[in-house]
């Protein structure tokens, strides 16, 4: 039997990203994005969110690095509208709204 004695080097770097959430709204901490030298990352973020029909407001903090998004959830619950930003973030909310008319569609079609 072999023992390794030497310790283990953390693999794992602490995340960069922070978030942190209330009844409507949702902090984002990302010194990358929000920060002062992350104007195209933050444009593109902005995009992305306010694809989200429920965004309703977006505050940046740069000196903070942060972004609180106000939300309406409306009918949704809590984890499909976080489903929805993360997906919107991702870049892959328009895909999936566009899977879902086609699907609406097909399902007027047959009725």
């Known amino acids: 039997m072999v023992i390794d004695a030497k310790a283990h080097e953390?693999?794992?770097?602490?995340s960069r990203v922070g978030v942190s959430w209330g009844s409507q709204t949702l902090e984002v901490r990302d010194?990358?994005?929000f920060g002062t030298t992350g104007?195209?990352?933050?444009?593109r973020f902005l995009l992305r969110v306010f694809s989200v029909e429920e965004v309703r407001s977006v505050q940046i903090d740069r000196p903070?690095?942060?972004?609180?998004?106000?939300?309406?959830?409306?009918?949704?619950?809590a984890v499909d509208l976080m489903?929805?930003?993360?997906?919107?973030?991702?870049?892959?909310?328009?895909?999936?709204?566009?899977?879902?008319?086609?699907?609406?569609k097909k399902k007027e079609e047959i009725l």
Not at 64 to 77: C, D, F, M, P
Not at 83 to 104: C, D, F, I, N, V
Request: overall charge positive; some cysteine; hydrophobic content about 25%.
């Open 10 to 14: 953390k693999v794992t770097q602490p």
């Open 31 to 33: 010194e990358e994005v």
């Open 39 to 43: 104007a195209e990352l933050c444009g």
């Open 64 to 77: 903070q690095s942060t972004a609180v998004i106000r939300y309406e959830r409306g009918k949704l619950g």
């Open 83 to 104: 489903q929805r930003l993360a997906a919107a973030l991702r870049g892959t909310h328009e895909k999936e709204k566009r899977k879902q008319k086609r699907k609406e």
